[in-house]
Nanobody, 121 residues
């Protein structure tokens, strides 16, 4: 089992950058595929980016964030990151980190509590 804690959210202006972090408990972080999801008020949860286990050779990005967001992982620090550049008001949401026992991507078995990202225009 793994516990996930997100951090790094906040209020920024359009065009700014933020880096979200997700710290995981346990000694087997490298064996999980990881993902970032988001949910805006009144909308369904959206898959933002995912990264495969171990070296993170496989990544996925939603079309809405491709070219602006980058997912990465540091297994030595048990942490996955989401670098968000050129933020837009439509990126406003609660961002969740998730872990999957699959090697490439979901289904995601473990979830963090979320961190709020608000982008003002």
């Amino acid at each position: 089992q793994v516990q996930l804690v997100e951090s790094g959210g906040g209020l920024v202006q359009a065009g700014d950058s933020l880096r979200l972090s997700c710290a995981a408990s346990g000694r087997t972080f490298g064996s999980y595929a990881m993902g970032w999801f988001r949910q805006a008020p009144g909308k369904e949860r959206e898959r933002v980016a995912t990264i495969s286990w171990r070296d993170g050779d496989y990544t996925y990005y939603a079309d809405s964030v491709k070219g602006r967001f980058t997912i990465s992982r540091d297994n030595a620090k048990n942490t996955v990151y989401l670098q968000m550049n050129s933020l837009k008001p439509e990126d406003t949401a609660v961002y969740y980190c998730a872990a999957s026992t699959a090697r490439i991507a979901g289904p995601y078995d473990y979830w963090g509590q979320g961190t709020q990202v608000t982008v003002s225009s």
